[in-house]
């Protein structure tokens, strides 16, 4: 058997993954989805959440052009 190294951290582009976009678009529904259920208790939860589902929205912009 050979050794097996793995490297800790390393981190995968998602650009590379060909479900990327559909990843994406579910993850900002669902940080939206959050925000707003969250709307009425948490006033930094629900900015954390907003801020998140916007770099992924730019994220997506980007990689549409």
Known sequence: MENQYCKVG??????????AI???????QNFLEKASNLEYTDAKL???FEQKAQKIKKVLENMMN
């Open 22 to 28: 559909s990843l994406l678009e579910y993850q900002y």
């Open 46 to 48: 629900v900015e954390f």
């Open 10 to 19: 390393q981190v995968t582009p998602i650009e590379a993954n060909r479900n």
